[in-house]
């Protein structure tokens, strides 16, 4: 059965940063897509960050610049880099993988962005 398990959220002052990574582990993590999800209270959730499996990688316009999305097959996991956070960063963060017709979901990890 697959898994995905975030850890790094927390809280951080505007302009800071912070380090999410996903393991996953009950299927080849190499062989899918992984992507990073968020959802502000009263929003939709929405795609942040996609990597394919070959490593090419897609952003919402709003974190172009700022968030890096990079995957290490050896380890199972994925991770998102966030650089110079604004208070609109500010959610909770779901790390997510496709295989074949299934979506899987993280627990989610809380991301919060204030002075």
């Known amino acids: 059965q697959v898994q995905l398990v975030e850890s790094g959220g927390g809280l951080v002052q505007p302009g ?61 996991t994925v991770t998102l880099q966030m650089n110079s956070l604004k208070p609109e960063d500010t959610a909770d963060y779901y790390c997510n993988t496709k295989i074949g017709s299934a979506t899987y979901w993280g627990q989610g990890t809380q991301v919060t962005v204030s002075s």
């Open 16 to 76: 800071g940063s912070l380090r999410l990574s996903c393991v996953m582990s009950g299927s080849i993590f190499s062989f899918y897509p992984m992507g990073w999800y968020r959802q502000a209270p009263g929003n939709q959730r929405e795609l942040v960050a996609g990597i394919t499996p070959g490593g090419t990688t897609n952003y919402a316009d709003s974190v172009k610049g700022r968030f890096t999305i990079s995957r290490d097959n050896a380890k199972n």
